[in-house]
């Protein structure tokens, strides 16, 4: 059986997903809801939300930030992984999503450990440091791709030494290596990259990643002081 490269990596990313992140209820259900509402369907795949589940447990994170919510599909995987007396909170600008979120989540029996912030984040992060909500153990950064520099930025201010910063679709199908691309998107994960490369409080590296939502990566950075 002679597969293209596109097609093998979407039947390799079902096999690793049946059997690592295999769907149940509740996750099905917020699948559903959100093609339903008809949200783009760009949430994380499930391999990527496990991903981020043993994230969280490994580095036994108890206080999450989620910049851009979304149906709250990877809001679900995260929130699985909390302990006792774990929160995340999640930001989101559409107040639709957030209602979308918030049944999702009710559903799967996890909406005491979600606070959503509904709004832009660029205006919900300086309440969140005002509030004293920080540090966070963990922060996914996956909302408008060109406030990615700011969106680091604030991260870095409601971080620990140890804190894990992940940036989620630093890959774009490829299009990160136009560096003279025009499109906000592709500007902001590229200077985002290079401020995460360069920061001296930050250890980080970026990843690829392919499968059923095609080619794009993660980068991930931890906290040094
Ligand atoms: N993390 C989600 C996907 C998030 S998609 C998942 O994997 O399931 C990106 C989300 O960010 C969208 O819901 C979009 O409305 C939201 N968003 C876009 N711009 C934003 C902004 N400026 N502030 C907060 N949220 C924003
Ligand atoms: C887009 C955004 C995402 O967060 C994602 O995971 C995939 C695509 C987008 O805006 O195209
Ligand atoms: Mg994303």
New binding site residues.
């Given amino acids: 059986m002679k597969k293209d490269s596109a097609s093998l990596w979407t039947a390799v990313d079902r096999y690793f997903g049946d059997l690592f992140a295999p769907h149940d209820a509740h996750l099905d259900a917020a699948i559903k809801a959100n093609r339903a509402a008809r949200l783009?369907a760009?949430?994380?795949t499930p391999l990527q939300g496990k991903f981020l589940h043993v994230l969280v447990k490994m580095t036994q994170a108890r206080r999450v930030l989620e910049i851009?919510l979304?149906g709250g599909y990877s809001t679900i995987w995260i929130a699985r992984a909390l302990p006792r007396g774990g929160r995340i909170i999640s930001l989101e600008f559409a107040p639709r999503h957030a209602q979308i979120a918030r049944a999702n989540l009710r559903r799967a029996g996890l909406l005491r450990r979600v606070d959503i912030r509904v709004g832009p984040a660029l205006a919900s992060l300086p309440i969140l440091k005002a509030e004293g909500a920080g540090p966070f153990d963990l922060i996914f950064i996956?909302?408008?791709?060109e406030n990615n520099p700011r969106y680091l930025e604030w991260a870095l201010k409601l971080s620990r030494r140890g804190t894990v910063i992940v940036v989620?679709?630093v890959a774009?199908h490829g299009n990160v290596i136009e560096a003279k691309s025009s499109a906000g998107?592709i500007r902001g994960t590229r200077r985002c990259l290079e401020m995460m490369a360069a920061h001296p409080r930050l250890s980080a590296v970026a990843l690829q990643t392919v499968g059923v939502?095609g080619l794009?990566g993660f980068a991930m950075a931890v906290v040094l002081r």
């Avoid at 996956?142 to 791709?145: G, I, L, P, R, T």
């Fill in positions: 783009p760009i949430d994380v851009g979304l996956d909302a408008d791709k989620d679709n774009r998107g939502k794009d």
